[in-house]
């Protein structure tokens, strides 16, 4: 079964760091672009950060550049977004996706919320 499965959500408070993880099954993420993406309660979903399947080429939205780094093992077939620093609106469910590589540039598959496949979510909330 082709399946996307997020962990390391939680509660921080602000200024503190969590790492997530995105582990795939079924298929191989070697060539697929992946995402992170957010929605906060009665918000849009929006790209938080995405990295290629080749080159490593790396996309963050505004608001989390220098906070948040995207990176992927692809012999583990999983991929991570390791979140410092974080804020008060950065609480959201986040979910992670795979876009096959062929089809755009990693700031194109954030910026237009793009995926192949999807995991679940995982709550991230950052409060004092």
């Known amino acids: 079964q082709v399946q996307l499965v997020e962990s390391g959500g939680g509660l921080v408070q602000p200024g503190g760091s969590l790492r997530l993880s995105c582990a795939a099954s079924g298929f191989t993420l070697d060539y697929y672009a992946i995402g992170w993406f957010r929605q906060a309660p009665g918000k849009e979903r929006e790209g938080v950060s995405c990295i290629s399947s080749s080159d490593g080429s790396t996309y963050y939205a505004d608001s989390v550049k220098g906070r948040f780094t995207i990176s992927r093992d692809n012999a583990k077939n999983a991929v991570y977004l390791q979140m410092n620093s974080l804020k008060p609106e950065d609480t959201a469910v986040y979910y992670c996706?795979?876009?096959?590589?062929?089809?755009?540039?990693?700031?194109?598959?954030?910026?237009?919320?793009?995926?192949?496949?999807w995991g679940q979510g995982t709550q991230v909330t950052v409060s004092s």
């Open positions: 996706a795979a876009d096959y590589a062929s089809r755009d540039t990693v700031q194109a598959m954030c910026v237009m919320i793009w995926g192949d496949y």
